[in-house]
């Protein structure tokens, strides 16, 4: 054999050799997401949740908008390494009718605020933040309002303390427009092309698999009933008393958001009259507020507020109040740096 050939052959294993030694080998399995699990109420109904985080963490209870299932905390996956960062454990709990959860028409937001103490004192957390998102801002107040001495901090998103109002109730609330996409879940959750969200790759198709999982899982195939249900609890609860609460109160609003069209300036401060409220207006800004600053509120969540998270001359900086119009003025980006590229 010529020398030259051998010398290619040598050198040909000892690059397979080479890059065999370097390849990664796991040492367990990667994970598809959390885990459902569940626990049983002394009559037998079983209460489906989930725990994703550092057990020593920061607990946080958060509930999905309208119609979500307890998987729809997927959706906060896209800032999961900021969040394990910050140390914030997440707990949700599922509602009544949506994904593995049995519909019992008898259940109220009472009940669903008993099923998440339930789960609280089986994972053995006495103090404990609550997150509440678009449809779940009331359960969230429900569950606040029980567990006043418990609550670390308080944090609503894209939702508003008039549901359950007589003015929001006498108004067409919209539930046959909902209920008509419930079998169309790409229509049930589908973000418009103008939403930021699309930057995120998977987002929206993770937000489409949500909708079918949350109305066709147990073969249910898009029964209107819980939704309907869900949306008739707002009115039946009507205005939840938050006005004994001292915990501290992080509201984000999109000033764009149609859904919130009516509230006024002091809405916030006047249902909860005893906390310290800090209200995040985003001008221009629709629906989707909760997931495009999910920075800021994790890092509210972390104890890092009430200043302000900003991209400003390519670096991620958080910024005092009283600093901040002249940051962005300064071309200054509110949230991570990833949103601007």
């Not at 249900?229 to 009507?238: M, P, Q, T, V």
């Not at 006024?264 to 800004?285: F, G, L, M, T």
């Not at 958080?318 to 949103?339: P, Q, T």
């Amino acid at each position: 054999m010529p020398k030259t050939m051998l010398f290619l052959i040598l050198l040909l294993i000892s690059f397979v050799a080479a890059s065999d030694a370097h390849t990664s080998l796991n040492s367990s399995f990667d994970s598809l997401g959390p885990t459902v699990q569940n626990i049983e109420t002394k009559n037998g109904r079983k209460i489906h949740y989930i725990d994703d985080g550092n057990s020593k963490g920061i607990p946080v209870v958060f509930t999905g908008g309208l119609g979500t299932s307890v998987r729809a905390i997927r959706l906060l996956d896209f800032l999961k390494t900021m969040r394990n960062d910050l140390n914030i454990r997440m707990i949700t709990v599922e509602r009544n009718g949506f994904g593995q959860t049995q519909f019992n028409p008898s259940l109220d937001m009472s009940n669903y605020a008993e099923d998440v103490e339930n789960v609280l004192n089986h994972l053995s957390i006495n103090r404990f933040a609550v997150f509440g998102i678009s449809g779940g801002g009331p359960y969230t107040a429900k569950i606040a309002s029980r567990n006043k001495n418990r609550l670390l901090s308080i944090h609503m998103a894209a939702t508003s303390p008039l549901i359950g109002q007589k003015s929001w109730c006498n108004a067409d609330p919209g539930a046959s427009v909902y209920r008509d996409m419930l079998a169309y879940p790409m229509q049930f959750f589908g973000f418009p092309e103008s939403s930021t969200m699309h930057q995120i790759i998977g987002f929206q198709d993770t937000a489409f698999e949500e909708a079918a999982r949350a109305h066709n899982l147990r073969g249910q195939s898009a029964d209107a009933a819980p939704l309907d249900h869900e949306i008739d609890l707002y009115c039946k609860e009507g205005v939840i008393d938050t006005r004994s609460i001292n915990a501290d109160v992080f509201v984000y609003r999109g000033q764009a958001d149609t859904l919130l069209k009516g509230e006024k300036k002091d809405i916030w401060a006047n249902s909860y009259p005893n906390a310290q409220v800090i209200v995040r207006n985003y001008a221009e800004e629709g629906h989707d507020i909760q997931y495009r600053h999910l920075d800021q509120i994790l890092l509210d969540i972390a104890g890092r507020g009430p200043d302000v998270l900003v991209c400003h001359d390519g670096a991620a900086q958080m910024i005092s109040e009283e600093n901040l119009a002249g940051v962005l003025k300064d071309r200054g980006k509110l949230g991570l740096c990833e949103w601007q590229n």
